[in-house]
């Protein structure tokens, strides 16, 4: 059990040493979690009727800590919220449909509870902190689950904790883990090959364009085969083809009822992983799963309307009270855990070894603070402590940093003139680079012939018609002046991007809007753009038109798509 400082910018809050370890279970069998919880909770009351007082700039304050969000995968959130399991009546957190049982198999032997797309009313009656107060309450005398409540939780006891609201719905094991990978295993399972929905035939297909992509430098991992590593698939794997790679790669694969049908998917998902999401945004979304969940009983079956394909329709609005899915998922945690597996190397007292290496790696940042950098001791602590992935060697404008050393090359006659018309000069000194950091994103140009698997230099950018274009970067220039200055130099240097244009297809959309199919409720898939081809233009732009890194997927045969990120802040 882990708490996590919201006030903490998103990329500080889930670093191991920022995050508090508040409870650690060993055993065969799961715990009492009012026994459990109960440290946590006493000292949650603490905090927030007394607080704690905190020494800054020789003045004492009083901060005071609340609990606003909880999130765990199904089972856990069970236990905190002492409600029934997925598989029982009630389960769903959010609303008051029952759910009913359906059968798997035509003998009546294998069953599931399931959750059919009520029409009338999607999102059910939506449940209240205070009915589930009484529920418990209700449940304590009958000693049965009332309205899937099976007594009061701890939660119920805090402050500002909002049984129903304050609790999320995790994307990373309900969407990705969740439907992400149930599609996947319907589509391509051997067991479901007969099935109309399956393309289990185009298995070898998938498999080779997935060989072909590029992933960017904030992706960790490499794309594996389906027909060989499905079944491993981390989740930050299952985002990856979820938003970018499938539907470019199941265009021309998948059905127009299905590749629609999914697309809606995709859309709504991309649209609540945005850094700043708009009401129009989550209207849009819900419509999308709306529909998703809808027509997915009439093309897949009903057994598989399972408590994360109905939590879908909750989605939007936990998104409005909590923030974008990443905010509230459980991939900071689940790193933490496998940190937690590095913490002990015998059989022997786990707990005091894990309590013993997390208390020296939460006191590292101020014991690196303390000691000299220039003495021994610091210089390991500095190397222990090192966080930066890539060193930066120079500052070359205003957020925008060089990264490896600069070079000089011949410019042919039209780019030189194009540069000399941009700025308004003839450069006197100019430098070139491979990378930089632009905005907390690295860049890459092809130059750039260290990395071979991996494409980090497709941008987005805009032209100097104001004109927004894509197209990859060939590479970065500076003109740094001639000065007398000392090191560092602070005159202003004029920073370039040579960038070769990318047209887009006259297909404004993967979806085909035809009077056989109709785009009846509007998918657009803005984030992904086809593109016809590469042209011969170079653009030579101000770095500071370099809007953002994309994700280009291409397969070796002429077919080249570009995807937007939703966002920069989460990562693997």
Known sequence: MYLMINELPFKHRKMKENLILSGIWFGDTKPLITTFASPLLENMKVLEEKGVEVCVNDSTVTCHAYLICGTADLPAKSMALNCVQFNGSYSCTKCLQKGETVFTRNDRRGHVHAYPYQKENPLGKVRDSVDCYTSACEAIQSRKPVNGIKGPSFLMKLKFYDYVRSTSIDYMHCVLLGVTKLLLSLWFSVAHSSEHFSVMKFVDLVDERLKHV????????????????????????????????????????????????????????????????????????????????????????????????????????????????????????????????????????????????????????????????????????????????????????????????????????????????????????????NRVKLHNQILYSKDYKKVQARNSYTVKYTSKDNLVHFGHVDCFAVDFPLCLCDAPCKCSKITLAFINRLRESSRKSLVIDSVKNPNCVDVSLRHIHEIEDVTNVVDVVYIQNVLSLCMEVSFGEKRLYVCEFPNFVESD
């Open 214 to 433: 590029k992933p960017t430098y904030n992706i960790t991992r490499l794309p594996r085969s389906i027909s060989d590593h499905m079944k491993y698939w981390k989740a930050s794997e299952l985002r990856s083809w979820l938003i970018y790679y499938s539907l470019p790669i199941l265009a021309d694969i998948m059905s127009e009822y299905y590749f629609y049908h999914y697309s809606t998917f995709v859309e709504a998902i991309w649209y609540l992983s945005q850094d700043s999401i708009s009401e129009l945004d989550l209207q849009r979304s819900q419509r999308l799963l709306n529909y998703f969940v809808f027509m997915f009983e009439a093309l897949y079956g009903s057994r598989y309307m399972t408590l994360n394909m109905h939590s879908l329709l909750h989605l939007p609005s936990c998104v409005k009270d909590l923030g974008p899915l990443w905010v509230h998922s459980c991939f900071p945690f689940e790193d933490a855990n496998g940190e937690l597996l590095k913490l002990f190397h015998g059989t022997q007292c786990v707990e005091i070894q894990i309590v013993s290496a997390l208390n020296i790696l939460q006191i590292l940042p101020s014991l690196t603070e303390e000691i000299p950098n220039e003495s021994r001791a610091g210089s390991v602590l500095k190397q222990m402590y090192k966080k930066e992935r890539f060193r930066l060697t120079q500052q070359l404008d205003d957020d925008v940093f060089a990264l490896g050393k600069g070079y000089s090359k011949t410019l042919i006659p039209s780019q030189f003139t194009e540069v000399v018309k941009l700025v308004g000069k003839i450069p006197s000194n100019l430098v070139y680079f």
